[in-house]
């Protein structure tokens, strides 16, 4: 089994940042239409009903990278 080099690293932190960043901007979408729209429109809930899956979907996929060895955890236990 090969090494992974800092170049796969790389591309698995862009990767689950990216999720971040959508995630947040989806949060602050919600948070923009809840002001503006003032409960006239469903924008708001489809703003965070977008992040909750987004949310979702990330821990999965990296519960999915740790399960398949494409992800190393590392810290505390480990």
Do not use: C, E
Not at 15 to 21: C, E, T
Not at 28 to 43: C, E, H, P, T
């Amino acid at each position: 089994m090969r090494r992974p080099s800092r170049q796969d690293y790389a591309l698995k932190t862009l990767f689950i940042l990216a999720f971040m960043a959508l995630i947040l901007w989806n949060l602050g979408a919600g948070m923009y239409y809840m002001l503006v729209d003032q409960g006239q429109s469903k924008r708001t809930v489809n703003a965070l009903t977008r992040r909750i899956a987004l949310s979702v979907a990330l821990i999965a996929l990296v519960a999915a990278g740790i399960f398949s060895g494409v992800i190393q955890p590392h810290g505390v236990g480990y």
